[in-house]
């Protein structure tokens, strides 16, 4: 403000403030009150075992989902949400959310977005232990 500001610019051979004063600060408005939205967006291919991969990583979503391209918006912060088809939430109603982890921690899971699908799994058969007994 003291040195740089008050100094004549070489190109266009005027005082710096000056110039601000009279062709900038007019055309200047105010910032917006919501923060700018940074994220990252992108689309995933939901597997038909309900997770994406994102960043060397696989994270859950609803199983409804299987097998859609899903929307997908990872913050700056690490946070990954995912958005699914209109007609089954709101305009802009996430579907899932997680925090981007290390691959090495293993696939993050939310276990309520596959609790249909491990409902309706082929039952494993429950034998009393005395057939395997008579096998022998």
Same mark, same amino acid.
């Not at 997908?72 to 709101?90: A, M």
């Given at each position: 403000?003291?040195?740089?500001? $008050? *100094?004549?610019?070489?190109?266009?051979?005027? !005082?710096?403030? &000056?110039?601000? @004063?009279?062709?900038?600060?007019? +055309?200047?408005?105010?910032?917006?009150?919501?923060?700018?939205?940074?994220?990252?967006?992108? $689309? *995933?291919?939901?597997?038909?075992?309900?997770? !994406?991969?994102? &960043?060397?990583? @696989?994270?859950?979503?609803?199983? +409804?989902?299987?097998?859609?391209?899903?929307?997908?918006?990872?913050?700056?912060?690490?946070?990954?949400?995912?958005?699914?088809?209109?007609?089954?939430?709101?305009?802009?109603?996430?579907?899932?959310?997680?925090?981007?982890?290390?691959?090495?921690?293993?696939?993050?899971?939310?276990?309520?977005?596959?609790?249909?699908?491990?409902?309706?799994?082929?039952?494993?058969?429950?034998?009393?232990?005395?057939?395997?007994?008579?096998?022998?």
């Amino acid at each position: 403000m003291e040195v740089a500001n $008050q *100094r004549e610019h070489g190109t266009h051979h005027e !005082i710096v403030a &000056e110039r601000f @004063r009279r062709e900038e600060a007019p +055309a200047l408005q105010p910032l917006p009150q919501s923060r700018f939205d940074t994220a990252y967006r992108f $689309q *995933r291919n939901a597997a038909w075992d309900g997770y !994406i991969n994102v &960043e060397g990583n @696989r994270y859950s979503v609803p199983d +409804a989902y299987c097998g859609e391209v899903l929307n997908c918006h990872l913050t700056l912060e690490g946070v990954l949400t995912v958005y699914g088809r209109l007609h089954l939430q709101g305009p802009d109603e996430p579907i899932a959310q997680h925090v981007l982890s290390d691959p090495a921690a293993g696939w993050q899971q939310q276990p309520e977005h596959h609790q249909r699908l491990w409902r309706e799994a082929i039952p494993v058969e429950v034998r009393d232990l005395r057939v395997y007994e008579e096998v022998m």
